[in-house]
Nanobody, 119 residues
């Protein structure tokens, strides 16, 4: 069982920056993909950014050029640097870790961290 501990959320003014961190523990296997998702009330959870163990990243169009995802494989930690934040970025952000066992992917989620951007 993989546990994810998120940190770094908070309140920031529009145009400001925040850095989210997510540390994974309890995995006896490599974590193939780590990522960040967000979910606004009444909406589906959506991908923000994800990164493979090899460092290949992809982003939602809405955050390209503003957010940067990175990871420290030795520490099983993923980061999300969020710059030029907008009020519409306000919501709960969730960390996800994907572990492959054979041909099956197991997904684990963090508890979520609130990001609030004031205008």
């Amino acid at each position: 069982q993989v546990q994810l501990a998120e940190s770094g959320g908070g309140l920031v003014q529009a145009g400001g920056s925040l850095r989210l961190s997510c540390a994974a523990s309890g995995s006896g296997r490599s974590i193939n993909v780590m990522g960040w998702y967000r979910q606004a009330p009444g909406k589906q959870r959506e991908l923000v950014a994800r990164i493979t163990i090899g460092g290949i990243a992809d982003y939602a169009d809405s955050v390209k050029g503003r957010f940067t995802i990175s990871r420290d494989n030795a520490k099983n930690t993923v980061f999300l640097q969020m710059n030029s934040l907008k009020p519409e970025d306000t919501t709960v952000y969730y960390c996800k870790a994907q572990v492959r066992v054979g041909n099956i992917d197991y997904n684990y989620w963090g508890q979520g961290t609130q990001v609030t951007v004031s205008s």
